[in-house]
Structures are given as C-alpha cells and as structure tokens.
C-alpha cells in the first residue's frame, strides 16, 4: 500500500478554491468521467476531456496529490470491460500524476438479445461467484500492472437480495476478500455502502468490518445518505451519519496505515450543507485520522 | 452457482428492458425498489440533459415529457453529452412548434453540435473559392421568437414573453466568439438559400471564416 496521505475530497468545480488547501485537505480524488464525454472519433468511441473543465479541475487540484475514483470501467462486465475508460486512463496516465486508482465492484453495462453492449441504468453488484472473483481479479491485476499504482476496488451498495453465490465465496465480504487475494489488488472500503446493506439487509456492520482484512484496504469513503420506501440509500447527499463516524473509528483503530479517507457528496447537494459544513465534515475526518496517524502530526 | 456471469447479467439485462427473465425475484421488495432507485437516475439524467429546455414547462408537462423519455428507453447514457443529444432530439419531435421551449432546444442542440466541433476546427487560409458554399458542420441558425435576451432571462426565473413571429435569427458555429452571435438579416436570408454562389463575397468570406459556411471537402 502506499504511504499515508490524509484526508481527501472529490473535485466539485462548484466549491470555492479555498476549500482546496492544505490546511483542511490531504489530497483530491478526481473522478475523471466527470470531466470527459463521449466522443464517436474516426468511428471508434472515445472519452474526450471537455478541455476547460478539464484545465480548471487541474489548476484547482495543483497544489496537493491527487488520486482517480473511476465510474464507468464497469470491470464486473462479462462480456468485457468499458474500453474507452481504459483509453481514457491510459492519457490521463502521461497527463496527471496520481497516486492509485480506484473503480467500483459491479457492472453496469451487458449485452442485449442482438448482442450490442447496453447501460443498465444503475450500477448491479457480482453474485458472490468463484467464476465473477476470477474474472474480476484477472481484469484488476491487468490495470495494475498498466498504471504501474496500486488499484482498488470499492464494496457497492446494492438492494438486490438473494444474488445466486457459491458457497465457499459467501457474499459479497467473501467475493472481495477472495478477488483481492487471487491478484493483490486492493479494497476502498466504502463505509457508507457497509452501513446500506447492513441496514437493508439485516447483518450487523461491525461484525462485517470485523471480517474484512483491512491490510488491503487502500482507501476509506464515507457519505450521508436518506430513507426511501423503507431503504436506506447511499445517496450521498449530506452528513456522514453518527454509526458511519463510528465504523470509521474502528476501522483506522484496527488499521491505521490505511492511505486515505475520503468525504463524498454528489454535486447537487452540496448546497445543501454549504462549504462551512463541508469543511465541518473534513475536520471531523481530519480529527479521527490524527488520532491514529501522531507522526503526520508531529511532522506537521 | 446455475449458469454462467454472462447468462445472469444477460438475463437481468433483459428484465429491465420489461421481458420476463430476472434471475431474482422479480416480486421482492429489493428488487423493486431497485427498479424505482433506477427509473430515478433515468429520470435524473434526462432531467440534467435538457435542464434549460425543462425550465421553461409547467411542471407537470415536465414530468411528462421525462417519463415518455425514459419509458422508451431514455436515460441510461453513461455521458451527459450522450444523454443530452439525445434527449433534445426526442424534445424537439415533441414540444409545440412554435413555443420558447422547441427554440431553447434547438439553441441547446445548436450549441453542443457548435462545441463539438471546436477542436476539429480551423479557419480556412483562402475563405473564398469558386462553386457554392454551404452550411458548415457544425453550425446552425436558430430563429427565437421574441427578443432572445428576454428568452434567455425568463431561464433565469424572469417573465417568458408572448411567443410572437420568427423574426430573431441566431447563429451558431464553431469559430464564434462564445460559439453564437446575432445573424443579420442578409446572414439568415443567405442561410435560407444556402447552397447558394452568388452571395457578397465579403459576407461569404466572414461566414467562412466563422465556421457557419464551409465549402464541401
């Protein structure tokens, strides 16, 4: 794992300049789709950066490290990959140093009855399968080595029940624990999901944590979310709630070479907590992380 | 596990496309919900693709418009530009002809063909040649149908004016300061007529030059 960075914050073009200091972060996670569109070029689709945007979020991001929180690689895809995202992480390799890369375990994209790659609409967990672990666990190892960074995989959310599993993978704990042994990759552990399912699913979070070997965790998240229908969603809309707090507690407790921790929040929200109350939220990572990281203290 | 990755995926594929093959109860509450959390982002998207264009609708109209989109298979483009390109489209078949809200569209469409065409383009050395000239690539010309400023303050929360004749012409292309300017009235009459060669020479050159006329490769 690399070395410990801090506390971080994704790149809202919206929020002033201020926020993105050193004094109240370690570093940003960009995601990069955001910053991008699609474009057909010499009939082959490709993910074009929307130049000023693009230059704005790099002068924004310039004076601290920068890590990549991809969104539409799609790695649990059977029939393959989202290839313009690789193409897409290829430049951005030569063009913005970052420290590891990181994507979600899930697909997003399948094949219709003609055969034609199709969205979903909404990102769909893996069934805890041998056959998802190694297709995955391949595809993982493969962009390791590419970037040359260490790479990540986060836990999704889901609402989906009773996925078909294999018994010796289990859930979902089993399938990430069993895709970053088979390749070395490592996990984001995104709290914020753990509580979801936990909540929707009945189990208890702190057993789940319990079970996950946070050696391999690279990256924290943690977010807000509301209830819907009698859900708990993932909805990243405001602050982090008070058993989340918690979870991030025991986890740098048990683990805290951890290399980040990430505040998220979507875009149209962040008026609603307002740059004071997200510089409120980082604090509060920023606290918990200092209680378990005294050397990046003393050497501040 | 019964069946491969591929068969389950392809087989949720489907269900939500409306055939009967979810490999998961399809009756479960986690199931459903996941089906309302997905018709939200579809919605979502939509909603971001067209905002200038939703703005101007009554709401209801606007929910409508939306869930006509997504029931016919709108909102699942990974890109906001994708999802834009084509929500405009399916809009401009379906909003009243003439309303503020089809020539916001139009503009909407006009300035992303506009964008689009930025990088690739370059301004000719020589602007005039011989032959006709025609609409460039990437260009468009929009007519509003009040004064465009008051149009472009009603998205702003202001007072949508009566929807009077076309008589505000706007174009759009690549090589625009800002990618649009008022047309005159001898630029949108040669836009009428285009392909056309016997235009002013001076007029061609600087319409050339702007990226709204081209002359075929």
Redo the contacts between chains.
Sequence with gaps: MPEPLGVGFGCHLSLPDALYTPDLLDFVEVTP?VF????NVQGCIQ??PD?KRFDVARRRCESLPVTMHGV?LSI????GM?EPCLMMMDRLQGEWQFHWYSEHLH??I????NGAA?????P?P??P?E??AA?VAGRAAFIQRRYGVPFLLENPV?????????PEIGDEFGLMERITALCGCGQLLDLHNLYCNAI?FGFDPIRALNRIPLGRVGEVHVAGGSW????Y?DAHDGLVPEPVWDLLERTLYRAPRIPGVVFEILDEYLERLGPDGIARQLERARTIWRRYHPVTEAAA | ??????A???R???A??GEDTS???PR????R??M???RS??EGRAMMAARPVLALMPDVEKRRLVSDYVDQGG????????ESEAFLAFLARRLPDPSHALTICRMSQALARAG?GV?MFVPPRQPLRTGPVGRGRHAALVWFHADPGAVMMALRGGKLPPVGPPDHAVLFAPGLPNLFRTATKAEAALWAELPAANAPPALIARLVMEGVLAYPD
């Design positions: 789709e991008h569109h699609e474009e993910l074009v130049r539409s649990g895809s059977a029939h989202y697909f997003q399948t094949l219709d009855a199709t969205n979903t609409g909404i769909f893996l069934p399968t056959e998802a297709l889901y609402y989906l029940p009773d996925l078909p599993a294999d929707n819907r229908d009698g859900f969603m | 596990m019964t069946g491969s990755l591929a389950f995926q392809s949720l594929g489907r939500l496309m490999p998961i109860d479960s509450a986690g199931f919900f996941t309302t959390v997905r982002w579809c909102g699942l483009a990974l890109f906001l530009a994708a689009a990088s």
